[in-house]
């Protein structure tokens, strides 16, 4: 029969403290992972903005010309002709829809993007786990 033995400590605590080396590379590495992931994500979203909002920008800039125009033919006209309705309209709904898709972007922005919240709300669990298990190791 094979002979029982008590496990050597000091094999114990160097498999135990190699295991949690590994386990402490292992968060890093899954870290760095979800870093990289929210960081992309954020790009995306930062880019989304720019293209709608620079699309709602240019026609608002758009649409106050247009307005302009109208505006200033009319007073120079001094209701001695009709009134241009439509383009008057026109340039109204270009306005509301070029503030309306830099609103949006601008909305849709802020709840996309992550700014690293995550992965600093994860950095700071692991710093805590971090300390506890520094204090268990004699």
């Given at each position: 029969m094979?002979?029982?033995t008590a496990p050597?400590?000091?094999e114990t605590q160097a498999g135990s403290t190699?295991?949690?080396l590994a386990e402490v590379v292992e968060m890093a590495s899954l870290r760095w992972q979800l870093a990289e992931l929210e960081l992309r994500s954020d790009l995306?979203?930062?880019?989304?903005?720019g293209w709608l909002g620079g699309?709602?920008?240019?026609?608002s800039i758009a649409s106050v010309a247009v307005l302009t125009v109208?505006?200033?033919?009319q007073l120079d006209e001094r209701l001695e002709s009709s009134f241009p309705w439509v383009t008057l309209?026109?340039?109204?709904?270009m306005l509301a829809g070029g503030l309306l898709a830099a609103w949006w972007s601008w909305r849709r922005f802020r709840g996309e993007f992550h700014g690293l919240?995550?992965?600093?709300?994860?950095c700071r669990e692991d710093l805590v786990w971090l300390r506890e298990w520094a204090q268990d190791r004699p």
């Open positions: 094979p002979e029982l050597d400590p000091q190699s295991k949690s995306a979203a930062a880019q989304r903005f699309i709602g920008l240019v026609a109208v505006l200033t033919s309209s026109a340039g109204c709904l919240r995550e992965s600093l709300d994860e």
